[in-house]
């Protein structure tokens, strides 16, 4: 009887343990990885993300910031990271979609390694020309560009980027021709736009307004789907070649196999901070849009910037 009244035990045992609900999450800090150094839209909005879920669960929330290596260290430390919710990546669009269609082989699966959290911010681009080029709108950019083809330059942070894609795309939907001049950094590249060494780029809003405040650059279009709240009098590309849309957007994510209630949580409050008046208003003034969303939402968005990206960067080249 002694074996089986053991076996009794271990059986009513083991269901109650199975019955036990999981501890509730948080129950220690929380690391968000950064893949780019402080003070860019990313790293600024990582921090707001940290500071707000510390005050939310009473749990402190760091930013740990992983640059180099175009993003490959700390896509690489999540993938490897216990799929507990305590270690998450402020991810963006160059480094979930653009970056695993380049040819350079990476040490993970984008498509496999990572669990959508939520979406965060979109930093639209901004079409910037040269004061000096005779364009005011998008269209008689494109006019102008038919009627010198091959003659004007847009430039770009470097091969690859998101600055290339949105001029890539806009080569290709306007039928134009021009001429891409990669740089190493947005900032030396707006420098040449204002000295008129190249005749225009994207480039994200918040460094391209202090040039377009005091007359170096002139900004005539965003790439958003809709005009931004900052520059509402600022027409959107799209106004005049449909269904034209960039910009890179920022979002959480988890290791994959994270248990989704964990997941679903962190979406849930996530959508609520980015949703206080006061934080979308900072947001929005620095040049950025507030945009929560579920992870359903998240993968959805993924799977259509793959599909938008895939044939700019074939069609450029970018893959071979």
Known sequence: MKPFFFGSILLAFSAVA????????????IRIIAPFPPGGPGDIVAREISLRLTELWGQQAVVDNRAGAGGMIAHELLAKSAPDGYTLLMGSSGGMVIQPMMPA????????????????????????????????????????????????????????????????????????????VPYKGGVPALTDIVAGQVQFMFNSVPPVLPFSKVGKLKIIAVTSASRMAL?????????TLPGFQ???????????????AIVRKLSAALITILSEPDLARRLTAQGVEPQGSTPQELARLIDEDRARWKPVIAKARLSD
């Open 18 to 29: 199975a019955a036990a609900p999981a501890p509730a999450y948080p129950q220690k800090p």
């Open 105 to 180: 082989k990476l040490p993970y699966d984008a498509m496999k390694d990572f669990a959508p959290v939520s979406k965060v911010i979109l930093a639209t681009h901004a079409l910037v020309l040269n004061p000096q080029i005779e364009a005011a709108s998008v269209k008689e950019l494109i006019a102008l560009a038919k009627a010198r083809p091959g003659k004007l330059n847009f430039a770009s942070a470097g091969i690859g980027s998101a600055t290339q894609l949105s001029g890539e795309l806009f080569k290709s939907m306007a039928a134009i021709d021009i001429v891409h």
């Open 231 to 239: 520059m509402p009098e600022v027409a959107t590309v799209a106004e």
């Open 246 to 260: 960039s910009g890179v957007w920022y979002a959480i994510f988890a290791p994959a196999g994270t248990p989704p």
